[in-house]
Nanobody, 126 residues
């Protein structure tokens, strides 16, 4: 199982970035997949998760309307389009997977996910 996050960078407030998570080594139809982020001194928090059981999705309230996730089944990626970025969106972004059966997208917390890719740094600053 491998996850590879990319696409981070530095932008000014109001800018956009697109993150991509490359997925390999497992059948994504049986895994919950998510994007998480961690700012310095803070806990890792769920940003977006999708459940394989019913396709339900979860977006963190603070990113609703600004972030959009999409899956490219041919490229085997989970992308996260981030618009109208704010300084509080800064942090290391990780993609993760969970084989836990029956887990809903709303259970988008780091302790529920056991497979992690390396992070990609997002810095939003003027």
């Amino acid at each position: 199982v491998q996850l590879q996050a990319s696409g981070g960078g530095s932008v000014q407030p109001g800018g956009s970035l697109r993150l991509s998570c490359g997925i390999s080594g497992f059948n994504v139809n049986y895994y919950a997949i998510g994007w998480f982020r961690q700012a310095p001194g803070k806990e890792r928090e769920g940003v977006y998760c999708i459940s394989p059981s019913d396709g339900s999705t979860f977006y963190r309230d603070s990113v609703k309307g600004r972030f959009t996730a999409s899956r490219d089944y041919a490229k085997k990626t989970l992308d996260l389009q981030m618009n109208s970025l704010k300084p509080e969106d800064s942090g290391v972004y990780y993609c993760a997977a969970s084989a836990r059966q029956g887990m809903g997208a709303w259970e988008c917390v780091a302790r529920n996910y056991g497979t992690w890719g390396q992070g990609t740094l997002v810095t939003v600053s003027s």
